[in-house]
T-cell receptor, first 110, second 114 residues
Framework: AQRVTQPEKLLSVFKGAPVELKCNYSYSGSPELFWYVQYSRQRLQLLLRHISRESIKGFTADLNKGETSFHLKKPFAQEEDSAMYYCALTSTYNTDKLIFGTGTRLQVFP | SQTIHQWPATLVQPVGSPLSLECTVEGTSNPNLYWYRQAAGRGLQLLFYSVGIGQISSEVPQNLSASRPQDRQFILSSKKLLLSDSGFYLC?????????????FGQGTRLTVV
């Protein structure tokens, strides 16, 4: 079965500190992985996807198939990064089904 | 452009009462549609998804059901609400096709069962 695990419910850092939000997945096939973000009073929205290999708002995420991880990283956190972050997975066989993790709340203090 | 509408925004219902939450998408055809529940400590749980009219996949056995009477309409229902049905319900859509690129979410409905 597909499963996404985000071990941290809350991550608090100071502005300028590095950030790493952890995501591990379990899936026997080839997964497609995403990070979604929900800022205060805004809709849940896509932040980035691993197939694009992009950096959005300074965030990057690398798919590590050996460790089945897709951690989200940013070298210098900003206060506006404070939000709820969800890791999500879909499969190449069943692309219609999108599974999310439990989410990590990132708090960036000034 | 595509838009997704979800209503009502908030709802307070007594235990045992029925539920109907509606979601509609505009500006696209044959979207994939999803219902999620966001509960404290449990993250975003996929409840139902649909790839076409009348085609509903249920992910979690529960007190809820979903229907898709029209191409761009997705309804979440219950005949008798339980206290445990309280939560934040999100509807989402994605474009049909071989590879999911992005899901677009509605504003959500805050349901409180009392």
């Amino acid at each position: 079965a597909q499963r996404v695990t985000q071990p941290e419910k809350l991550l608090s850092v100071f502005k300028g500190a590095p950030v790493e939000l952890k995501c591990n997945y379990s899936y026997s096939g080839s997964p497609e992985l995403f990070w979604y973000v929900q800022y205060s009073r805004q809709r849940l929205q896509l932040l980035l996807r691993h197939i694009s290999r992009e950096s959005i708002k300074g965030f990057t995420a690398d798919l590590n198939k050996g460790e089945t991880s897709f951690h989200l990283k940013k070298p210098f956190a900003q206060e506006e990064d404070s939000a709820m972050y969800y890791c999500a997975l879909t499969s190449t066989y069943n692309t219609d089904k999108l599974i999310f993790g439990t989410g990590t709340r990132l708090q960036v203090f000034p | 452009s595509q838009t997704i509408h979800q209503w009502p925004a908030t709802l307070v219902q007594p235990v045992g009462s029925p539920l109907s939450l509606e979601c509609t998408v505009e500006g696209t055809s044959n979207p994939n549609l999803y219902w999620y529940r966001q509960a404290a400590g449990r993250g975003l749980q996929l409840l139902f998804y649909s790839v076409g009219i009348g085609q509903i996949s249920s992910e979690v056995p529960q007190n809820l059901s979903a229907s898709r009477p029209q191409d761009r309409q997705f309804i979440l229902s219950s005949k008798k609400l339980l206290l445990s049905d309280s939560g934040f319900y999100l509807c989402a859509w994605s474009a049909p096709g071989q590879q999911l690129t992005e899901a677009f979410f509605g504003q959500g409905t805050r349901l409180t069962v009392v």
